[in-house]
């Protein structure tokens, strides 16, 4: 299974863009990266899954270099609302083999107005 | 929807007592996770079930852990005799495996305090 890392915290401010870049040096060729976010008193929950190049949703947009060995998530316009621990996974996408993801200590985002 | 249902929300109990969560998944998902995660640390999978079966169990201590998932649809999580250590959120998720990808939905949790 591919070892993410991923920076712990960042800070950020109403408004602005943030980008959260991971590094998975060792994906494999069917695996797939998938991020969640976590606020505090509850379960993680799914924001964007992606292959390769640009994954875009109403939430977030997912950038996939050539050669994945790094992804980056990005959020624009970041509110008060925003601030979470965000998770960067790397896993096969295949039927019954989701639940092996392994997730890293994540990404803890501040938004301050 | 409904979303992944768990209970209780939150429990105290004294090293060496027993305790016992439950799962109620989204309705259709066949495949049900219980997570494990301490303050400050990613949640780490305990077990997983695909329908009333196991799937993987590997990071499921099982002499005081165990878990079961009876007709496929609610499990429960029992861990006795309780440790210290094992203060932390007890995560259940579930997914449905289409053809466009395999989605985890997480409960809430439960929260577990050992005194």
């Known amino acids: 299974l591919a070892k993410t890392t991923q920076p712990i915290s960042m800070d950020s401010y109403e408004g602005q863009e943030v980008n959260i870049t991971c590094s998975h040096n060792n994906i494999a060729t069917n695996d797939y990266i998938t991020w969640y976010q976590q606020f505090p008193s509850q379960g993680p929950r799914f924001i964007i899954q992606?292959?390769?190049t640009k994954v875009t949703n109403e939430v977030a947009s997912l950038f996939i270099p050539a050669d994945r060995k790094s992804s980056t998530l990005s959020l624009p316009r970041v509110s008060l609302s925003d601030t979470a621990v965000y998770y960067c996974l790397v896993g096969e996408r295949s039927r019954g083999s989701q639940g092996n993801l392994i997730f890293g200590k994540g990404t803890k985002l501040s938004v301050k107005p | 929807e409904a979303g992944v249902a768990q209970s209780p929300r939150y429990k105290i109990i004294e090293k060496r007592q027993s305790v016992a969560f439950w799962c109620n998944p989204i309705?259709?998902?066949?495949?049900l996770y219980w997570y494990q995660q301490i303050l400050g640390q990613g949640p780490k999978l305990l077990i997983q079930f695909q329908n009333n079966g196991v799937v993987d169990d590997s990071q499921l201590p099982k002499d005081r852990f165990s878990a079961e998932r009876l007709k496929g649809v609610d499990s429960t999580l029992k861990i006795q005799p309780a440790k210290l250590e094992d203060s932390a959120v007890y995560l259940c998720a579930s997914s449905l495996w289409t053809v466009s990808g395999n989605t985890i939905y997480f409960g809430e949790g439960s929260w577990l305090t050992v005194v």
């Open positions: 309705s259709g998902h066949a495949t």
């Open positions: 992606g292959y390769k």
